[in-house]
Protein backbone atom coordinates (compact mmCIF):
# COMPACT_ATOMS: atom_id res chain seq x y z
CA UNK A 1 0.00 0.00 0.00
CA UNK A 2 2.53 2.51 1.09
CA UNK A 3 4.12 2.12 -2.82
CA UNK A 4 1.13 2.61 -4.08
CA UNK A 5 0.47 5.74 -2.08
CA UNK A 6 3.78 6.93 -3.07
CA UNK A 7 3.26 6.33 -6.80
CA UNK A 8 0.27 8.21 -6.92
CA UNK A 9 1.60 10.63 -5.25
CA UNK A 10 4.61 10.87 -7.79
CA UNK A 11 2.41 10.77 -11.06
CA UNK A 12 -0.87 12.34 -9.59
CA UNK A 13 -2.96 9.69 -9.52
CA UNK A 14 -6.34 10.02 -8.07
CA UNK A 15 -8.16 6.91 -5.86
CA UNK A 16 -10.81 6.13 -8.34
CA UNK A 17 -7.40 5.04 -10.79
CA UNK A 18 -6.41 2.54 -8.93
CA UNK A 19 -7.67 -0.61 -7.78
CA UNK A 20 -6.20 -3.24 -4.94
CA UNK A 21 -7.37 -6.67 -4.20
CA UNK A 22 -5.81 -7.98 -0.44
CA UNK A 23 -5.32 -11.05 0.41
CA UNK A 24 -5.07 -13.20 -2.94
CA UNK A 25 -3.62 -16.97 -2.52
CA UNK A 26 -1.47 -18.46 -4.47
CA UNK A 27 -3.30 -20.82 -6.10
CA UNK A 28 -6.17 -20.20 -9.37
CA UNK A 29 -7.72 -17.57 -7.06
CA UNK A 30 -5.06 -15.19 -8.42
CA UNK A 31 -5.86 -15.99 -12.46
CA UNK A 32 -9.00 -14.93 -11.64
CA UNK A 33 -8.71 -11.80 -9.72
CA UNK A 34 -5.96 -10.65 -12.59
CA UNK A 35 -8.38 -11.22 -15.11
CA UNK A 36 -11.07 -9.38 -12.97
CA UNK A 37 -8.70 -6.36 -12.90
CA UNK A 38 -8.28 -6.51 -16.51
CA UNK A 39 -11.90 -6.97 -17.03
CA UNK A 40 -12.38 -3.75 -15.38
CA UNK A 41 -10.36 -1.67 -17.79
CA UNK A 42 -6.83 -1.98 -15.67
CA UNK A 43 -4.08 -1.11 -18.21
CA UNK A 44 -1.48 -2.11 -15.76
CA UNK A 45 -1.63 -5.28 -12.97
CA UNK A 46 1.11 -6.06 -10.33
CA UNK A 47 1.53 -9.26 -8.21
CA UNK A 48 3.58 -9.35 -5.24
CA UNK A 49 4.12 -13.08 -4.58
CA UNK A 50 6.56 -15.74 -5.67
CA UNK A 51 4.10 -18.01 -6.37
CA UNK A 52 1.35 -15.92 -8.22
CA UNK A 53 3.50 -15.92 -11.20
CA UNK A 54 2.01 -18.85 -13.31
CA UNK A 55 -0.91 -17.63 -12.93
CA UNK A 56 -0.33 -14.26 -13.71
CA UNK A 57 1.30 -15.53 -16.81
CA UNK A 58 -1.91 -17.17 -17.47
CA UNK A 59 -3.72 -14.41 -17.87
CA UNK A 60 -1.00 -12.29 -19.71
CA UNK A 61 -1.38 -14.02 -22.41
CA UNK A 62 -5.40 -13.64 -22.69
CA UNK A 63 -4.76 -9.73 -22.22
CA UNK A 64 -1.76 -8.77 -24.88
CA UNK A 65 -2.88 -5.15 -24.64
CA UNK A 66 -2.61 -4.97 -20.75
CA UNK A 67 0.83 -4.67 -18.46
CA UNK A 68 1.90 -7.04 -16.00
CA UNK A 69 4.26 -6.88 -13.55
CA UNK A 70 5.54 -9.43 -10.84
CA UNK A 71 7.85 -9.56 -8.17
CA UNK A 72 10.32 -12.04 -7.48
CA UNK A 73 9.66 -13.70 -10.52
CA UNK A 74 12.05 -15.59 -12.83
CA UNK A 75 9.51 -16.72 -16.19
CA UNK A 76 9.08 -13.27 -18.33
CA UNK A 77 11.99 -13.52 -20.32
CA UNK A 78 11.58 -17.06 -20.80
CA UNK A 79 7.36 -16.50 -21.93
CA UNK A 80 7.75 -15.28 -25.10
CA UNK A 81 5.37 -12.20 -23.90
CA UNK A 82 6.06 -8.73 -24.31
CA UNK A 83 3.25 -7.36 -21.41
CA UNK A 84 4.81 -9.58 -19.29
CA UNK A 85 7.58 -8.39 -16.68
CA UNK A 86 9.58 -9.67 -13.71
CA UNK A 87 11.32 -7.04 -11.11
CA UNK A 88 13.06 -6.97 -7.95
CA UNK A 89 15.33 -5.21 -5.80
CA UNK A 90 18.88 -5.37 -4.81
CA UNK A 91 17.80 -5.79 -1.49
CA UNK A 92 21.18 -7.84 -0.92
CA UNK A 93 23.08 -4.55 -1.35
CA UNK A 94 20.90 -3.20 2.08
CA UNK A 95 21.39 -6.87 3.66
CA UNK A 96 25.16 -5.78 3.48
CA UNK A 97 24.57 -2.73 5.15
CA UNK A 98 22.39 -4.56 8.19
CA UNK A 99 25.13 -6.90 8.13
CA UNK A 100 27.77 -4.31 8.88
CA UNK A 101 25.57 -2.73 11.83
CA UNK A 102 25.52 -5.97 13.22
CA UNK A 103 29.53 -6.71 12.68
CA UNK A 104 30.15 -3.19 14.41
CA UNK A 105 27.81 -4.75 17.19
CA UNK A 106 30.00 -7.99 17.55
CA UNK A 107 32.98 -5.89 17.73
CA UNK A 108 31.64 -3.78 20.12
CA UNK A 109 30.89 -6.92 22.46
CA UNK A 110 33.96 -8.55 22.05
CA UNK A 111 35.85 -5.76 23.39
CA UNK A 112 33.36 -5.26 26.25
CA UNK A 113 33.85 -8.97 26.77
CA UNK A 114 30.21 -9.70 26.74
CA UNK A 115 31.86 -12.26 23.74
CA UNK A 116 34.88 -14.29 23.34
CA UNK A 117 36.35 -13.06 19.20
CA UNK A 118 35.69 -17.26 18.93
CA UNK A 119 32.48 -17.20 19.75
CA UNK A 120 30.72 -14.55 17.51
CA UNK A 121 28.03 -16.75 16.04
CA UNK A 122 25.38 -15.09 14.32
CA UNK A 123 21.82 -16.94 13.99
CA UNK A 124 19.68 -16.17 11.50
CA UNK A 125 15.68 -17.03 10.68
CA UNK A 126 15.34 -17.86 6.86
CA UNK A 127 11.68 -18.75 5.59
CA UNK A 128 13.14 -21.89 2.36
CA UNK A 129 16.14 -22.80 1.28
CA UNK A 130 15.03 -20.47 -2.03
CA UNK A 131 17.97 -18.49 -3.58
CA UNK A 132 16.02 -15.46 -2.53
CA UNK A 133 16.75 -16.10 0.90
CA UNK A 134 20.30 -17.50 0.20
CA UNK A 135 21.45 -14.98 -1.60
CA UNK A 136 19.95 -12.22 1.24
CA UNK A 137 21.57 -13.77 4.34
CA UNK A 138 25.31 -14.69 2.66
CA UNK A 139 25.18 -11.02 1.53
CA UNK A 140 24.50 -9.94 5.10
CA UNK A 141 26.94 -12.61 6.32
CA UNK A 142 29.59 -10.66 4.38
CA UNK A 143 28.96 -7.30 5.63
CA UNK A 144 29.02 -8.18 8.82
CA UNK A 145 32.77 -10.90 7.84
CA UNK A 146 33.74 -7.38 6.50
CA UNK A 147 34.02 -5.49 10.33
CA UNK A 148 34.18 -8.58 12.11
CA UNK A 149 36.38 -11.78 10.02
CA UNK A 150 35.73 -14.29 13.15
CA UNK A 151 32.01 -14.06 12.94
CA UNK A 152 30.15 -17.46 11.67
CA UNK A 153 26.50 -18.29 10.89
CA UNK A 154 23.94 -20.75 11.80
CA UNK A 155 20.80 -20.41 9.29
CA UNK A 156 17.74 -22.54 10.52
CA UNK A 157 14.43 -22.22 7.83
CA UNK A 158 10.77 -22.00 9.29
CA UNK A 159 9.77 -23.49 5.84
CA UNK A 160 6.85 -20.59 5.77
CA UNK A 161 7.11 -16.55 4.65
CA UNK A 162 5.40 -15.62 7.85
CA UNK A 163 4.86 -17.56 11.05
CA UNK A 164 4.97 -15.91 14.40
CA UNK A 165 5.26 -18.76 16.43
CA UNK A 166 7.92 -20.77 14.17
CA UNK A 167 10.22 -17.87 13.98
CA UNK A 168 9.70 -17.27 17.69
CA UNK A 169 11.01 -20.50 18.07
CA UNK A 170 13.87 -20.60 15.36
CA UNK A 171 15.43 -17.47 16.97
CA UNK A 172 14.96 -19.16 20.49
CA UNK A 173 16.78 -22.09 19.19
CA UNK A 174 19.64 -20.38 17.83
CA UNK A 175 20.11 -18.22 21.41
CA UNK A 176 20.33 -21.52 22.89
CA UNK A 177 22.78 -22.91 20.21
CA UNK A 178 25.12 -19.75 21.03
CA UNK A 179 24.43 -17.40 18.60
CA UNK A 180 24.79 -13.87 20.32
CA UNK A 181 22.99 -11.85 17.39
CA UNK A 182 20.06 -12.71 15.75
CA UNK A 183 18.78 -11.88 12.01
CA UNK A 184 15.98 -13.02 9.57
CA UNK A 185 14.50 -13.22 6.54
CA UNK A 186 11.02 -13.76 7.65
CA UNK A 187 8.23 -11.57 7.98
CA UNK A 188 6.94 -11.29 11.08
CA UNK A 189 7.87 -10.37 14.73
CA UNK A 190 8.28 -13.44 16.48
CA UNK A 191 12.17 -13.65 16.28
CA UNK A 192 12.93 -9.27 17.33
CA UNK A 193 10.35 -10.85 20.23
CA UNK A 194 12.51 -13.43 21.69
CA UNK A 195 15.56 -11.39 21.10
CA UNK A 196 14.31 -8.24 23.17
CA UNK A 197 13.05 -11.53 26.28
CA UNK A 198 16.86 -12.83 25.79
CA UNK A 199 18.35 -9.40 25.77
CA UNK A 200 20.14 -10.54 22.22
CA UNK A 201 20.52 -7.80 19.37
CA UNK A 202 18.80 -8.14 16.12
CA UNK A 203 18.59 -7.45 12.71
CA UNK A 204 15.24 -7.61 11.29
CA UNK A 205 13.66 -7.29 8.00
CA UNK A 206 11.68 -4.80 5.70
CA UNK A 207 10.02 -2.51 8.90
CA UNK A 208 11.49 -0.58 11.95
CA UNK A 209 11.59 -3.37 14.73
CA UNK A 210 11.97 -0.89 17.64
CA UNK A 211 8.77 -0.57 18.88
CA UNK A 212 8.86 -4.39 19.33
CA UNK A 213 12.42 -4.57 20.32
CA UNK A 214 13.46 -1.68 21.64
CA UNK A 215 16.55 -2.61 23.55
CA UNK A 216 17.63 -5.39 20.96
CA UNK A 217 16.77 -4.07 17.33
CA UNK A 218 19.75 -2.57 15.06
CA UNK A 219 18.31 -2.17 12.13
CA UNK A 220 16.06 -3.71 9.18
CA UNK A 221 16.76 -3.75 5.44
CA UNK A 222 14.06 -2.32 3.45
CA UNK A 223 12.35 -2.09 -0.01
CA UNK A 224 10.82 0.85 -1.26
CA UNK A 225 8.98 -0.69 -3.64
CA UNK A 226 7.91 2.97 -4.84
CA UNK A 227 10.34 3.36 -6.84
CA UNK A 228 9.22 0.50 -9.17
CA UNK A 229 5.16 1.22 -9.18
CA UNK A 230 6.07 4.94 -10.15
CA UNK A 231 8.74 3.73 -13.21
CA UNK A 232 5.98 0.92 -14.45
CA UNK A 233 2.94 3.22 -14.75
CA UNK A 234 4.69 6.26 -15.72
CA UNK A 235 5.97 3.79 -18.62
CA UNK A 236 2.21 3.16 -19.27
CA UNK A 237 1.02 6.71 -19.61
CA UNK A 238 3.82 8.05 -21.88
CA UNK A 239 3.54 4.48 -23.98
CA UNK A 240 7.11 3.50 -23.64
CA UNK A 241 8.22 -0.27 -22.84
CA UNK A 242 8.70 -1.53 -19.28
CA UNK A 243 11.99 -3.68 -19.27
CA UNK A 244 11.22 -7.10 -19.02
CA UNK A 245 13.35 -7.72 -15.83
CA UNK A 246 14.21 -4.63 -13.73
CA UNK A 247 16.12 -4.49 -10.69
CA UNK A 248 17.48 -1.18 -8.88
CA UNK A 249 19.20 -0.56 -5.16
CA UNK A 250 20.87 2.23 -3.48
CA UNK A 251 21.72 4.58 -6.21
CA UNK A 252 17.70 4.33 -7.00
CA UNK A 253 16.63 4.68 -3.37
CA UNK A 254 15.17 1.39 -4.11
CA UNK A 255 16.36 -0.35 -0.84
CA UNK A 256 17.40 1.26 2.33
CA UNK A 257 17.90 0.30 6.34
CA UNK A 258 15.79 1.66 8.77
CA UNK A 259 17.24 4.33 11.26
CA UNK A 260 19.92 3.02 13.43
CA UNK A 261 18.76 2.16 16.79
CA UNK A 262 21.45 4.26 18.51
CA UNK A 263 20.38 2.57 22.00
CA UNK A 264 21.87 -0.53 20.56
CA UNK A 265 24.35 0.05 18.26
CA UNK A 266 27.94 0.36 18.53
CA UNK A 267 28.96 3.58 18.66
CA UNK A 268 30.79 5.05 15.22
CA UNK A 269 27.78 3.12 13.08
CA UNK A 270 26.46 5.63 11.35
CA UNK A 271 29.24 7.22 9.66
CA UNK A 272 30.18 3.44 8.57
CA UNK A 273 27.17 2.95 7.21
CA UNK A 274 27.21 6.09 5.16
CA UNK A 275 30.89 5.21 4.21
CA UNK A 276 29.55 1.30 2.74
CA UNK A 277 26.85 2.98 1.40
CA UNK A 278 28.16 5.54 -0.66
CA UNK A 279 30.81 2.69 -1.97
CA UNK A 280 28.35 0.76 -3.48
CA UNK A 281 26.37 3.68 -5.32
CA UNK A 282 29.74 4.51 -6.63
CA UNK A 283 30.89 1.17 -7.64
CA UNK A 284 33.77 0.57 -5.76
CA UNK A 285 32.60 -2.06 -3.09
CA UNK A 286 30.57 -5.40 -4.56
CA UNK A 287 28.60 -7.26 -2.19
CA UNK A 288 29.33 -10.59 -3.65
CA UNK A 289 33.01 -9.70 -4.27
CA UNK A 290 34.51 -13.44 -4.53
CA UNK A 291 37.72 -12.58 -3.02
CA UNK A 292 35.94 -12.10 0.40
CA UNK A 293 34.30 -15.75 0.16
CA UNK A 294 35.70 -19.24 -0.04
CA UNK A 295 33.40 -22.30 -1.05
CA UNK A 296 34.57 -25.77 0.95
CA UNK A 297 37.69 -24.18 0.74
CA UNK A 298 37.92 -22.91 -2.60
CA UNK A 299 37.46 -19.81 -4.58
CA UNK A 300 34.11 -19.71 -6.67
CA UNK A 301 36.31 -18.84 -9.84
CA UNK A 302 38.27 -22.15 -9.00
CA UNK A 303 35.48 -24.24 -9.00
CA UNK A 304 34.00 -22.87 -12.29
CA UNK A 305 37.02 -23.81 -13.72
CA UNK A 306 36.62 -26.92 -12.69
CA UNK A 307 33.58 -27.66 -13.87
CA UNK A 308 31.32 -29.83 -12.30
CA UNK A 309 28.10 -28.48 -10.78
CA UNK A 310 29.86 -25.13 -10.70
CA UNK A 311 29.95 -24.68 -14.17
CA UNK A 312 26.63 -23.34 -14.40
CA UNK A 313 27.80 -19.92 -12.74
CA UNK A 314 30.18 -18.98 -15.04
CA UNK A 315 27.87 -16.49 -16.82
CA UNK A 316 27.56 -14.34 -13.69
CA UNK A 317 31.30 -14.57 -12.08
CA UNK A 318 33.46 -11.73 -13.95
CA UNK A 319 35.87 -9.19 -12.87
CA UNK A 320 36.06 -10.17 -8.95
CA UNK A 321 32.66 -10.57 -8.23
CA UNK A 322 29.24 -12.46 -8.60
CA UNK A 323 26.85 -10.18 -10.66
CA UNK A 324 23.97 -10.44 -8.82
CA UNK A 325 20.59 -10.02 -9.55
CA UNK A 326 21.99 -8.47 -13.06
CA UNK A 327 21.26 -11.05 -15.62
CA UNK A 328 17.96 -11.45 -14.56
CA UNK A 329 16.37 -9.45 -11.54
CA UNK A 330 15.34 -12.56 -9.43
CA UNK A 331 18.26 -13.33 -7.27
CA UNK A 332 20.45 -16.30 -8.18
CA UNK A 333 23.05 -16.48 -5.38
CA UNK A 334 22.24 -20.29 -3.65
CA UNK A 335 25.66 -21.27 -3.16
CA UNK A 336 26.72 -22.19 0.78
CA UNK A 337 30.05 -20.32 1.24
CA UNK A 338 32.43 -21.18 4.00
CA UNK A 339 31.88 -19.68 7.53
CA UNK A 340 27.51 -20.23 7.11
CA UNK A 341 25.83 -23.79 7.83
CA UNK A 342 22.21 -24.16 7.77
CA UNK A 343 19.65 -26.33 9.22
CA UNK A 344 15.52 -26.88 8.24
CA UNK A 345 13.96 -26.53 11.28
Not at 20 to 46: H, S
Not at 85 to 105: M, P, W
Request: with cysteine; proline share 3%; charged share 20%.
Amino acid sequence: LKAVEEMKKNLGLSDDQVIIKWNIPEDETCYDAAVDLADQGCNIIFANSFGHESYILQAAAEFPNVQFCHATGYQAAGSGLSNMHNFFTSIYEARYVSGVVAGLKLNQMIEDGTVKEDACKIGYVGAYPYAEVISGYTSFFLGARSVCPSATMEVKYTNSWASFDLEKECADALISDGCVLISQHADTTGAPSTCEDKKVPCVGYNVDMTTVAPDAALTSPTNNWGVYYTHAVQCVLDGTAIETDWCQGFAEGAVDITPINEAVAAEGTDAKVTEVENAIKDGSLHVFDTSAFTVNGSSLEDLIAEGGDYAKYADYVSDGYYHESELASAPSFDIIIDGITSVTN
